[in-house]
Structures are given as structure tokens and as C-alpha cells.
């Protein structure tokens, strides 16, 4: 299946039943709508964001659709410290009774700017969001992924090698490396676990809107365009497939997935 056919996929009802997945990032955008999916198709899910109200919204979206009941985890990764993260996995081993995926969604932008004007504050809040709590909960959720049946892990990706990305390009770049160690290290037989990445490209989110506030939103994609790659590498019929990164260059501004979420 390429890159254009998982666009399309669009699998068969029950594909994630029973499955407990992770979304951070859940409250707004790409997290929303792969929220939704995921829970259109039987999962658990667990909404993860530092904003209450949205994760609150999305809970109430999936409740109203009669979806699998949610769990919301209300969590800043700016300030969160590594026993916050294994308190969160503790949790998730003891009230939902393991975790079979993550989704690594959430991101952080303060602006576009040259290198050299950086400060300190910004460059490490940057790197902690995007980066360091990354490997946080990857590194505390690991032995509960060794435990799940079918185990995958998705890394949200952006395009961020160029000029005046600055802490979030060398954080995007660190991550897709975690991604490919990672995929390495359990491209095994005896505890075999996805991780992959996606690249959507620019879509209709918040931090599309802040960081290019003369750009036409109209001119993008919606977020629920690009749940279908999700859906594919989280669940059962992605297979061994690892280590990959998908790419979307800029998709049509009417693109549209052709499943339903609600």
C-alpha cells in the first residue's frame, strides 16, 4: 500500500477493539481526528493535553457517538519531570490495564526565527515539548508495549531542515531519529513493535494559523484528511511493516478521508 492508497484506507469496523492508545496532542487538530478515528473503530482512548476544556470536548464527541468510553490525562510537557511520566504509566497499567499504542502528536512553536536569536528559555522549552518528553513517555510505556499483542507506536512529523526552524527543526529531527533507533531495536521476532512516522504537510490546525497568519486557511486540508495513514499503521493490518517515514507534501484543500468518524 503507498503512500496516496493509505490516504484511502479505510479498514473494517472493530479494527482496533479492545486496544488502549495513547494521543497526545488529543484536544485540537491532527490529535482530534485521529482521536475520533481511533475511537470509531473501537479503541480506548486516552486524550493527552495540557488544555482541559478541549480534551473535555473531544471526550464528549466520542461519548456522543457512542463510541468506547475515553480516558482524558490532562498533562503539560513543559513542566512534566520523569516521574510524572511513570506516574502516568503507572496509571495506565493499573486502570486500563496496560497500553498497546501511542500516537507522539503534541508539538510546540513560538515563532520562526534566525539561529542567533534564540534564547535560552525558548530553545530549551522548545526541545523539552518536543523532544525530551518524547522520550519520556516512549522510554516509561515501553515495558507496557512489550507487553500488548500488537504494539505500535506513531511519531507526528514535520519537514523542519531549513532555515529559521531553529530548536523545533533540530527537535523534529531528533525525534525522527528516535523513531528510526527505535524501529531497529524492536524490528524483532521475540518483541516485534511498529514505530513509524507522519508527515502530513501543512493542514488546518491552530499552530498552522498562529505561526502563518497570512495564509488562506481555506487554501489546506482538513485534519480528519489524513486519518487514514493513522489508522493503518496503529492497527493490525500494517503488519511488519517499520521504520518508515510517510510523507504528504501539501494536500489538496478539499482532500477528504473517506471513512466517517462520527
Not at 470509531?40 to 457517538?65: P, Q, S
Amino acid at each position: 500500500m503507498n503512500n496516496q492508497e493509505l490516504l484511502q484506507y479505510v479498514p473494517e469496523d472493530g479494527l482496533l477493539k479492545d486496544r488502549v492508545i495513547l494521543v497526545t496532542g488529543a484536544g485540537t487538530g491532527i490529535g482530534r481526528a485521529i482521536s475520533l478515528a481511533f475511537a470509531r473503530y473501537g479503541a480506548t482512548v486516552v486524550l493527552l493535553g495540557k488544555n482541559l476544556k478541549e480534551l473535555e470536548y473531544v471526550y464528549d464527541e466520542i461519548e456522543d457517538a457512542g463510541y468506547p468510553e475515553p480516558a482524558i490525562y490532562p498533562l503539560n510537557m513543559e513542566g512534566a519531570n520523569a516521574k510524572d511520566y511513570q506516574d502516568m504509566a503507572d496509571v495506565f497499567a493499573e486502570k486500563l490495564g496496560g497500553l498497546d499504542g501511542i500516537v507522539l502528536n503534541a508539538g510546540w512553536l513560538a515563532a520562526y526565527m534566525p539561529f542567533k536569536e534564540y534564547d535560552v528559555e525558548t530553545w530549551s522549552k522548545t526541545l523539552n515539548v518536543n523532544l525530551h518528553a518524547n522520550f519520556l513517555i516512549v522510554q516509561t510505556c515501553l515495558p507496557l508495549l512489550e507487553a500488548a499483542k500488537d504494539p505500535a507506536v506513531i511519531f507526528s512529523a514535520h519537514d523542519s531542515l531549513k532555515a529559521y526552524n531553529g530548536a523545533f527543526g533540530v527537535a523534529k529531527a531528533g525525534t525522527q531519529a528516535m523513531m528510526d533507533i527505535l524501529a531497529d531495536e524492536y524490528d524483532i521476532d521475540e518483541c516485534f513493535i511498529r514505530f513509524n512516522s507522519i508527515d502530513s504537510g501543512p493542514v488546518r490546525t491552530q499552530m498552522r494559523k498562529m505561526n502563518f497568519p497570512g495564509e488562506d486557511l481555506e487554501s489546506l486540508a482538513m485534519p480528519e484528511s489524513i486519518v487514514g495513514p493513522y489508522l493503518y499503521f496503529m492497527g493490525p493490518d500494517a503488519g511488519k511493516r517499520t521504520g518508515e517515514k510517510i510523507v504528504y507534501e501539501r494536500l489538496p484543500a478539499d482532500a477528504q478521508w473517506p471513512g466517517k468518524l462520527k
